[in-house]
């Protein structure tokens, strides 16, 4: 008997100090250190560009297809939208600290007092709601992803800063971990399974991106014109598996977004990017 609880009381003293350290700091540290041991050559910045940090062919397409965008007019739109007085002729910008600039990088922040997490996009239609104006659909691409489109870009540059502080955020955040981590669909795949595992490797066509960074520059135009909002991708993505998605703007995939962005912490943000 008392060796027994000499034992556990060893075994609590262990899980203790590793207790300690275990959280999202950690996991993001072992993240970027996994990746960056299977990787030696592919700098930090460099994650944003996804797949493209792997393929320096499809990586200098980008870079000529990024000196002038075939999408720049869905960019001018989103602008005209962004600035576009509401009824009480206030804006969007008099919603945000700075006018907007250099903010969407906090963003997904956990809401105390909601009781939940708080995307970009959430954000506003927090500012339309309060300013007596109709809110706009998260899927709706030619809305709410026009809108987006300019109002990201406002942060460029800026670097990822998610905060993770007190249970519920905790709580959500790990939410986000698991989700991403748990297996699914007839494929039987996880988030990490692609992402991680397989991250930098080869799934027919397609290289493999890395989850380190996969949070950064969104909206994406594929092949140049088709906008994509992050949780959009994450649409195509469980689908992919053989997944019954679920819908942008979900709290699950709010939760997705919140890990994803936390672990893309200090990478810089560029939104409005080409992907092929
Ligand atoms: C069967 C493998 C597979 C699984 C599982 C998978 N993805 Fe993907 N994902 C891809 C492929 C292929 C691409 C396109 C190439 C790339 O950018 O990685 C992609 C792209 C992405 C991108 C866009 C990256 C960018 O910079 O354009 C995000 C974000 C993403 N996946 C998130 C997820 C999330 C979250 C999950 C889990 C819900 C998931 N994926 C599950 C294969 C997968």
């Known amino acids: 008997m008392k060796r027994t609880i000499l034992a556990l009381a060893g075994a609590i003293l262990i899980a203790a100090p590793l207790a300690a350290f275990a959280g999202p700091k950690h996991d993001r540290e072992e ?53 576009k007085p509401f009824k009480n002729g206030k804006t969007f910008a008099s919603c945000f600290p700075n006018g907007g600039k250099n903010v969407a ?38 809305t709410m992803g026009v809108l987006v489109s300019y ?11 998610i905060k993770v502080k007190g249970p519920g955020a905790l709580a959500a955040y790990t939410r986000g971990k698991e989700f991403f981590y748990r297996r699914r669909g ?12 397989n991250a930098g490797k080869r799934l027919r066509s397609q290289i493999l991106s890395t989850v380190v960074g996969q949070a950064t520059h969104w909206p994406v135009f594929r092949g140049g014109t088709r906008l994509f909002t ?11 598996v053989r997944a019954v998605p679920f819908k942008p703007g979900s709290e699950v995939y709010n939760d997705l977004e919140y890990f994803e962005s936390y672990v893309s912490n200090g990478l810089p943000m560029h939104a409005s990017v080409f992907r092929p």
């Open 105 to 142: 990088g906090d963003y997904p922040m956990f809401d105390n007092k909601l009781g939940k997490v708080v995307t970009f996009e959430m954000a506003i239609n927090q500012c339309l709601k309060k300013n007596g104006e109709p809110q706009l659909s998260y899927s709706n691409m030619k």
């Open 151 to 161: 109002a990201r870009t406002l942060s460029d540059g800026m670097k990822m800063n």
């Open 230 to 240: 992050l949780q959009r991708r994450y649409v195509g993505c469980n689908k992919q």
């Open 186 to 197: 007839q494929l039987n795949f996880a988030c990490a399974t692609c992402h991680v595992d």
């Open 31 to 83: 993240l970027v250190h996994f990746f960056s041991s299977r990787y030696p050559n592919i700098k930090f910045n460099n994650y944003v560009y996804g797949s493209m940090a792997f393929n320096p062919d499809a990586k200098a397409q980008y870079d000529s297809i990024m000196e002038f965008p075939p999408f720049t007019p869905v960019i001018e739109k989103g602008k005209k939208m962004w600035e």
